[in-house]
């Protein structure tokens, strides 16, 4: 089960990071996004959670659980506060940045899903 979290959880921070690059305004093959500086930051930043709480889990770390919990619930926040800015139309938005976003957030709920899972048959 910790392999398995830690492949959701890097294929999650693998798409922050994909997301940070395309809104600092580099496209990666046929992917693009717009250019926005705050989105780039704010992905950086999940991206980083993320992995800290990859490492932990793989590592099995005294604070795999918190680490891995706080990874998870700061990239949901980011999507969150990323869907709502551009709702409010904050920034240019488009069909793949809106999949991104339902992607992200599916694969944070299936990380969590996964630790409640694994913590509850540890009990």
């Not at 996004?33 to 099995?60: D, F, M, N, R």
């Amino acid at each position: 089960m910790r392999r398995t979290i830690g492949i959701v959880m890097l294929s999650n921070a693998a798409l922050f990071v994909l997301g940070a690059v395309q809104h600092t305004g580099i496209p990666i093959g046929p992917l693009h996004e717009p250019v926005i500086i705050p989105a780039a930051i704010v992905e950086s930043i999940c991206a980083l959670t993320l992995i800290w709480g990859l490492v932990s889990v793989l590592t099995g770390s005294r604070h795999e659980w918190f680490a891995a919990l706080a990874g998870n619930l700061v990239a949901i926040a980011g999507v969150a506060l990323g869907m709502v800015a551009l709702a409010a139309g904050a920034g240019p938005r488009t069909a793949s940045n809106d999949l991104y976003h339902r992607i992200m957030l599916a694969l944070s709920a299936v990380a969590l899903v996964l630790m409640f899972i694994r913590r509850k048959a540890a009990k």
